[in-house]
Nanobody, 116 residues
């Protein structure tokens, strides 16, 4: 069974930083993209950042220059700087495989709260 375990969420003041990490375990082969999504109350889930198997990155416009995604083997991290109240949300780790059919896994989510 594949598990994605997130850590690093919490409460931070505006302008502060947090680092989220997601460790993937279990029987999983051919990890392709790894990413972070977020969902604020009353909103849909949206992409924050994604990193491919070869290190290519994609960022949402609202985090460019503030967040950095990285990966090391089966772990993906998100360094979040200059946080503001609009970054308050539940952050979810996501993994997609190369397999056919592809497999799509989600973490349980970690709360990030930015106080102004």
């Amino acid at each position: 069974q594949v598990q994605l375990v997130e850590s690093g969420g919490g409460l931070v003041q505006a302008g502060g930083s947090l680092r989220l990490s997601c460790a993937v375990s279990g029987r999983i082969s051919g990890i392709n993209a790894m990413g972070w999504y977020r969902q604020a109350p009353g909103n849909g889930r949206e992409l924050v950042a994604r990193i491919s198997s070869v290190g290519s990155t994609t960022y949402a416009d609202f985090v460019k220059g503030r967040f950095t995604i990285s990966r090391d083997k089966n772990t993906v991290s998100l360094q979040m700087n200059s946080l503001n109240s609009e970054d308050t949300a539940v952050y979810f780790c996501n993994v997609i495989t190369y397999t056919i059919p592809l497999e799509n896994y989600w973490g349980q989510g970690t709360q990030v709260t930015v106080s102004s």
